[in-house]
């Protein structure tokens, strides 16, 4: 039943019925597909050719075309120049002939102007699309100190640009893939054409062309429709808003994803060290990256487990800590009603609550929200003998650390994956919490991404620039990373 009420929409909407040579009658059949009595920004001009002394209309959305471009470059030519075809009068770049309304209706929706001329059967699409978009703005998410600052925006065209812009190949290809039955929506694959593996492609391109769906605005919707794992806490597809970093990833052999109204792109396939490395690494000298990636991978261990080994320590393997400190923790702990994995989870969850918070007010007011916010309950939450001080070290410990996680894919699972630590680590101490961590690495490495392993090239071992929890120096990289099998595995010579 579902199936038939699309395919009968989907014929109502969008004509299979074929353009004729009536211009009248075609000016017929475009009213009543896009409702022109009640679809204010639809538009038409009608108006008679020079070069054939025919009457012609022309059609468009005047919210999304360039309506100056429009007046100079179509309608003028066709009022004064001489010719013997459309292709050679109008000076518009992309010409394309059209026979079907379902193209007609396509087009329009994607900014184009549709000329028909009495007496052809074809119609002529061309391309004077103007999407409002914000200027090339600076990078919020992944921001770097040194290295390019300019980030991805919503138009599909400037991004491919800011991509073109950073390789320069001809072999770089950009190809457009339909999807939607409502809404025929583009994704567009950047790759290599001499680099990128074929069985990739293919594998990337039947997810994306298997999709039945009504619409998919943009890429973060797209992301949930084409991974693997959909319920897995671990994400399998790089999310990115950098076009430096793209183009990196491209230039190794990898697929970036593309679409209109996205800021962001998407990376195929990915490891886990695709989520823990960040674009300043390599603009850093060597050591100076390596260090900072020594702090990210600490930052990692900290916000996942010391939350939980704090829980376990105390409560089961007190003999592990120095007397002085054990006397000072249960000191602190005296007047406190609550058991102690209740504290952390509480504190947990308010730190939370502040981020949160902060990134939902408005800009001036989030900074002030959040420190003032955590000052406030932290030194309540003491003074009223709820939560005791050491347990705020650990919580703002763990919280901080999550920060330096730049990645927001990677920065949710290690959140969450705390709670689930801290947990575990309430019922039999370090035993339960190194069976949970053991368990959660063992599934971690049985994830593939468009069939790569999650920990390749360290497990299993692949031929790579071993740009793993260190990197090389970016002299003796000669090799791309061999366990996406592209056609050139060798980077120098």
């Not at 609550?338 to 947990?348: K, N, Q, S, T």
Request: net charge neutral; with cysteine; proline share 4%.
């Amino acid at each position: 039943m579902r199936i038939f009420s699309r395919q009968q929409n989907n014929n109502s909407t969008t004509s299979e019925k074929k353009i004729i040579g009536s211009l009248s009658s075609n000016i017929r059949e475009m009213k009543q597909l896009f409702s022109y009595d009640i679809n204010k920004d639809f538009s038409l001009r009608t108006l008679t050719t020079r070069f054939n002394k025919r009457e012609a209309c022309i059609f468009y959305y005047g919210s999304i075309v360039d309506g100056e471009r429009i007046n100079l470059h179509i309608i003028k030519p066709l009022l004064e120049n001489e010719g013997d075809e459309v292709s050679n009068i109008v000076s518009i770049e992309n010409i394309e002939k059209i026979k079907e309304y379902e193209k007609v209706v396509q087009n329009i929706n994607s900014g184009k102007a549709i000329l028909f001329i009495d007496g052809d059967t074809d119609a002529y699409a061309m391309d004077v699309a103007n999407f409002q978009h914000r200027a090339i703005p600076k990078s919020e998410n992944e921001s770097v100190v040194k290295g390019p600052q300019d980030a991805f925006t919503e138009s599909l065209d400037n991004n491919i640009s800011l991509i073109r812009k950073q390789i320069h190949n001809n072999q770089l290809i950009n190809e457009g893939v339909q999807i939607g039955i409502r809404s025929h929506d583009e994704v567009n694959l950047l790759y290599l054409k001499d680099l990128v593996n074929q069985e990739l492609l293919d594998n990337v391109r039947k997810r994306i062309k298997e999709l039945e769906v009504d619409n998919v605005r943009n890429i973060e919707l797209l992301e949930q429709y084409i991974e693997e794992h959909p319920y897995s806490l671990i994400p399998t597809i790089l999310y990115s808003e950098k076009p430096d970093k793209a183009a990196s990833y491209i230039e190794d052999g990898y697929i970036v994803l593309l679409m209109e109204s996205s800021s962001a792109c998407l990376i195929v396939p990915v490891t886990f060290w695709s989520f823990f490395h960040s674009p300043e690494d390599r603009y850093l000298r060597f050591f100076y990256g390596n260090f900072t990636r020594t702090i990210r991978f600490i930052c990692l261990l900290l916000s996942l487990l010391v939350s939980a080994a704090f829980v376990a320590i105390t409560n089961y393997h007190s003999e592990m800590l120095p007397p002085d400190l054990l006397l000072a923790i249960t000191g602190s702990r005296e007047r406190v009603p609550f058991p102690l994995i209740m504290e952390i989870l509480l504190m947990e969850i308010a730190f939370e609550l502040i981020r949160e918070a902060g990134l939902r007010i408005p800009n001036p007011l989030g900074p002030t929200i959040g420190i003032v916010g955590a000052l406030i309950l932290g030194q309540a939450a003491v003074e009223a003998n709820i939560i005791s001080p050491i347990i705020v070290i650990i919580v703002a410990l763990s919280g901080l650390s999550s920060f330096a996680l730049a990645d927001l894919s990677i920065n949710y699972m290690v959140r969450l994956m705390r709670f689930i630590f801290i947990i575990c680590a309430g019922f039999w101490g370090m035993l339960s919490l190194t069976a949970a961590f053991f368990l959660f690495f063992m599934y971690a490495a049985s994830i593939k991404s468009f069939g790569v392993p999650f920990f390749s090239p360290l497990s299993p071992h692949y031929i790579s620039t071993k740009d793993t929890v260190f990197r090389q120096f970016i002299k003796k990289e000669k090799f791309r990373p061999g366990y996406i099998r592209p056609k050139d595995l060798q980077k120098k010579r």
